[in-house]
């Protein structure tokens, strides 16, 4: 299971720190990212990390997002900072057992990943 937290409402400019507290499977072991979906848009990938701690990141964030692990935790983390109003959308955390590219992960819309959480909505207002 996969529960993220860490959303809310905030200014251009200004930064979250989302999380994603998974259970029930090895945590090592998985590929780990982060997508998003805006209103009326394709849901998209923001941020990739394996187990390996290698990273990828989508061109729109890069700079801006951080994603990281915390594996004695079970943890999975997106710092976003100067956070824009085309940043607001649902969050999604999202694991994978497979040994998968991290950037095809996030160029794609991560259909047929195995594991999602429920979301996480971020509002970024100008």
């Known amino acids: 299971e996969l529960v993220e937290s860490g959303g809310g409402s905030v200014q251009a400019g200004g930064s979250l720190r989302l999380s994603c507290a998974a259970s029930?499977?090895?945590?090592?072991?998985?590929?780990m990212a982060w997508f998003r979906q805006a209103p009326g848009k394709e849901r998209e990938g923001v941020a990739a990390?394996?187990?390996?701690?290698?990273?990828a990141y989508a061109d729109s964030v890069k700079g801006r997002f951080t994603i990281s692990k915390d594996n004695a935790n079970n943890t999975l983390y997106l710092q976003m900072n100067s956070l824009k109003p085309e940043d607001t959308a649902m969050y999604y955390c999202?694991?994978?057992?497979?040994?998968?590219?991290?950037?095809?992960?996030?160029?794609?819309?991560?259909?047929?990943?195995?594991?999602w959480g429920q979301g996480t909505l971020v509002t970024v207002s100008s």
């Open positions: 999202v694991a994978d057992s497979r040994a998968l590219a991290l950037e095809v992960v996030v160029a794609g819309t991560g259909r047929g990943l195995e594991v």
């Open positions: 990390v394996d187990n390996d701690g290698s990273t």
């Open positions: 029930g499977y090895t945590f090592t072991s998985y590929c």
